[in-house]
């Protein structure tokens, strides 16, 4: 007796393995959901968890889409960082007085300035704690808890003993 496929082995027997792992590489890269990722594929969520558990090609192209994703992320992060330029172009139709139309064209430059709280983030993320703006409160914490040392202190019961 055969013994039964579990869906990515029927998937490779038909030829469309290729075109599922491309399709889930490609939601991994967006906001996309198991639960939204299964109904496309037509599984259950807990067929789809059973494969990825299974098959490391199915993992894999997860960890690419949601590389992608992230990469796409950082990216805008970095552009809005930084500031950047924006050109939009519109048409404006409108009739002539012998009958035709005219089309008028125009291009607009917005600026979009750097974003200080999006160069914070960055900067906190990228390099750690010494571009935190709570920096001088950490090392506050971190001296607090270390033992105090106390300058010209007399132990407890040292006074005691020079009077006998």
């Known amino acids: 007796m055969a013994k039964k496929l579990d869906t990515y082995q029927m998937w490779e027997k038909t030829g ?8 889930i590489k490609a939601a991994s890269a967006t906001f996309y959901t198991q639960k939204e990722m299964c109904r496309d594929l037509g599984i259950t969520e807990q067929t789809f968890t059973q494969l990825k558990n299974k098959h490391k090609e199915i993992q894999q192209a997860i ?3 949601e590389a992608l994703l992230l990469n796409d992320l950082f990216s805008a992060l970095k552009r809005k960082a930084v500031g950047y330029k924006e050109k939009t172009t519109s048409k404006a139709m409108r009739k002539n007085p012998i009958g035709g139309t005219e089309t008028k064209v125009t291009e607009d430059e917005k600026y979009y300035p750097p974003d200080f709280e999006a160069i914070k983030y960055i900067l906190v993320m990228k390099f750690g704690k010494d ?4 920096k001088y409160m950490y090392e506050y914490m971190d001296k607090k808890n270390e033992p105090e040392e106390w300058a010209n ?5 040292a006074d005691e003993d020079k009077e006998d």
Do not use: Q
């Open 63 to 65: 960890s690419e889409g």
């Open 16 to 23: 469309v393995l290729k075109s599922k792992l491309d399709y």
């Open 153 to 157: 202190a007399t132990p407890i019961g």
């Open 131 to 134: 571009f935190d703006p709570k």
